[in-house]
Nanobody
Framework: QVQLVESGGGLVQAGDSLRLSCAAS????????MGWFRQAPGKEREFVAS????????SYSDSLKGRFTISRDNAKNTMYLQMNGLKPEDTAVYYC?????????WGQGTQVTVSS
């Protein structure tokens, strides 16, 4: 069993930066494909970014490319999401997820609120 715990969310102003972390328990993290998703109030959950097990390939939502950066440190069992130039529309609960092929494991989410 793998547990994922997000942290790093908070209340910031437009233009600020935040770095989210996703800490994983279990020894299989290094073999997992990982991703970040977010869900804004009243909206469906949407894809933010993903990263392969070795960090060699990343993918981003087209609307976020250039502002957000996903990375991982397998030695620390941790994945990150660096968010720069935050906008009020980035306000959402951010979730990390991972698995071998599909996103089998999900965290509980961390709230990010961006004020204008």
């Amino acid at each position: 069993q793998v547990q994922l715990v997000e942290s790093g969310g908070g209340l910031v102003q437009a233009g600020d930066s935040l770095r989210l972390s996703c800490a994983a328990s279990g020894r299989t993290f290094s073999g997992f494909y990982m991703g970040w998703f977010r869900q804004a109030p009243g909206k469906e959950r949407e894809f933010v970014a993903s990263i392969t097990w070795d960090g060699g390939l990343t993918s981003y939502s087209d609307s976020l490319k250039g502002r957000f950066t996903i990375s991982r440190d397998n030695a620390k069992n941790t994945m990150y999401l660096q968010m720069n130039g935050l906008k009020p529309e980035d306000t959402a609960v951010y979730y990390c997820a991972g698995g071998k092929i599909t996103y089998d494991y999900w965290g509980q989410g961390t709230q990010v609120t961006v004020s204008s």
